[in-house]
């Protein structure tokens, strides 16, 4: 899924980027939220930088993932932050400010692949089943349609998904 990912086009993932950025702007959960956190994307991940853009314009407060330690931790940014590469090559803001994960509204969070019960795989390290617990926060994964499968094993610690948005769909499940 990563190859394929990867193999977009620039004008392929920009296009297909905008279709799911609107998707997510239209939502009631999104356009209601006032504290999202969401990914920094690299190596074709579904883009985010316009919806960083939209939240700061919407005056919604923003957080990013920042991996430290062999967990994630929620900081704050903001419109002038500045921003350095860090873990796994992953863009982080320069300077932190932690955010207690109880106070986020709504959480876009990647995946390589999820399927249609709201299941992801991740990059394999569990850092984001190990955050998501710590919030209430409704949780939004983000893919193109083509990395959406019918099923992916899941595990107890994984953590699914209330909401899948792809250049195609929108998939809310009920999760307990």
Known sequence: M??????????????????????????????????????????????????????????????????????????????????????????????????????LDLIIVPGNTFDKHGNRLGYGKGYYDRFLPKTKAVKIGLCYDFNLVDEIPVSDNDIPMDIIITDKSILRFEVD
């Open 2 to 103: 990563i190859k394929k990912r990867e193999a977009l086009s620039v004008d392929e993932h920009t296009y297909l980027s905008r279709l799911i950025f609107e998707k997510l702007v239209s939502l009631p959960e999104y356009k209601n939220s006032r504290f999202i956190m969401t990914y920094i994307s690299f190596r074709n991940e579904v883009d985010t930088k316009n919806i960083i853009k939209d939240a700061f314009f919407n005056n919604k407060r923003v957080a990013v993932p920042i991996t430290m330690g062999g967990k994630i931790i929620s900081s704050e940014i903001f419109s002038n932050s500045v921003f350095k590469i860090g873990t796994f090559g992953v863009s982080e803001p320069k300077e932190i400010f932690e955010v207690d994960p109880k106070i």
